[in-house]
């Protein structure tokens, strides 16, 4: 008998259908003699119509209500599989975040779980009954309601994993595992049998969307194996696990493993900066919580730069408040935005040289006439940034040109 942690996400509880599916998987789970906690997203869409919501109300809405509004979507869920579960005739009770005592930070909208205190977990789990946790939610110290960031509960569940011990935080998704490349818009991806943290990580933090990049660096930092599996099919479904046991099976020498890309970026262009308004730029989007992602100031002179950032897209209301209140010190020209471009990267942990990766981007989406807006690169990855528009061909392009697609 075995602790096993199961999160489900938004697509895996669409519908009822879909919920008493999840149920009746659960239920093979507890049929086998294990003790079973479910972690689960809200119903898929529900997350996004409450923003949208919010958004009708305040373009910028204030942070601490809408992880109050947010969070609403995960009670839901939770508490339709557990109805399901007990009419089954199965023990289950469904819990929100702070009935589990998930203690997290005061930053709303992109909480950080400090602890967890197990007592009322595991005083359930010795009453053999199921336990449904609302994913993506904690509460604060003075117990506010925050939330992880779009996509916690994969975060959720492997902190669950990691406070009741179990052997792996095991990840119900629409798709059967981590791929080469989102395998929606790129046919032609290959499912990774397994693959290190360090490399999840990456694939995470460029936009691989299928797990929570805070999800992996908790797993990492626990040292606590993520499966990736699909909640629609049987399957053996991606490890994530420490570098020596994913090195060990695996097969390629590819310098570049996976073709990632971000649909969720938005791109700021101010201009005429001067470069001592720089230090001050950043000073007020980093007060405005706005993280930024790639970042290019060019210009010879001193008084009239062109200031090029990325960022998350559902920052950039927030951004531009920000910046409109500094624009009357005169600390540049005018400020242009963009939401729709996406950033596409390619990764490995093993590249040799990254001038080279970055050549053949170049090289390939310039034969498909894609413009390139921005470029970075590290030890482990090559990004650009490209229109929307072109994604998907972008995308098919360099998984191809690296020799990553499957034969079949
Ligand atoms: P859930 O609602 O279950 O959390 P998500 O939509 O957050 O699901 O994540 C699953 C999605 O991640 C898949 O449907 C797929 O389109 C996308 N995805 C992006 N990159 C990858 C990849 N490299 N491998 C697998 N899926 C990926
Ligand atoms: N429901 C939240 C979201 O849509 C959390 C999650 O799905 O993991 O982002
Ligand atoms: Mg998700």
């Known amino acids: ?144 309601v925050t939330t992880l960031g779009r996509g916690g509960s994969d975060t959720s569940a492997v902190a669950l994993a990691v406070a009741l011990k179990a052997a792996e935080a095991q990840i119900f998704t629409d798709v059967d595992g981590v791929y080469s490349a989102d395998p929606r818009i790129v046919e032609k991806a290959q499912r990774i049998a397994s693959l290190s943290f360090d490399e999840m990580l990456v694939m995470a933090s460029l936009g691989a969307k299928v797990l929570q990049n805070r999800a992996v660096e908790y797993a990492f930092r626990h040292q606590m194996p993520i499966r990736v599996l699909s909640s629609f099919s049987q399957g053996e479904g991606t490890l994530v696990l420490p570098k020596s046991q994913a090195l060990a099976e695996s097969q390629s020498n590819n310098p570049v493993s996976s073709v990632v890309h971000d649909q969720q970026q938005a791109l700021i262009c101010l201009t005429d900066v001067a470069d001592n308004a720089v230090s001050s730029i950043f000073d007020c989007l980093e007060k405005a919580n706005v993280e930024l992602d790639m970042v290019q100031l060019v210009g010879e002179s001193s008084l009239a730069k062109q200031l090029l950032f ?21 600390k540049f020209g005018t400020i242009r935005s963009r939401e729709s471009v996406a950033k596409i990267s390619a990764v490995g942990i093993g590249l040799n040289s990254h001038t080279k990766v970055v050549g053949k981007i170049v090289a390939l989406l310039a034969s498909a006439e894609i413009d390139i807006e921005l470029i970075s690169t590290s030890e482990i990855s090559c990004s650009v940034v490209i229109d929307e528009t072109n ?9 191809s040109g690296f020799g990553l697609d499957s034969s079949n």
């Open 1 to 144: 008998m075995a602790i096993i942690v199961q999160k489900y996400g938004g697509t895996s509880v669409g519908s009822l259908s879909r919920i008493e599916a999840v149920a009746e998987n659960i239920i093979t789970t507890v049929r086998q003699g294990h003790q079973v906690v479910v972690v689960l997203s809200a119903m898929a869409g529900e997350t996004n119509r409450l923003l949208a919501m919010a958004r009708q109300l305040d373009a910028t809405p204030a942070s601490r209500e809408l992880d109050m509004l947010l969070s609403s979507g995960e009670q839901v869920s939770i508490s339709l599989l557990a109805i399901a579960l007990v009419q089954r005739g199965i023990s289950a009770i469904s819990l929100l975040a702070h009935q589990v005592g998930i203690q997290t930070d005061n930053r709303f909208g992109a909480a950080r779980i400090q602890s967890i205190d197990t007592k009322r977990l595991t005083q359930a789990l010795s009453q053999e009954q199921v336990i449904v946790v609302a994913g993506f939610q904690g509460q604060d110290v003075e117990h506010n």
């Open 310 to 330: 990325t960022l998350n897209r559902d920052k950039l209301e927030y951004a531009r408040n920000a910046l409109q209140e500094i624009t009357m010190f005169n």
């Open 391 to 399: 994604l998907v061909q972008a995308a098919q392009i360099l998984h």
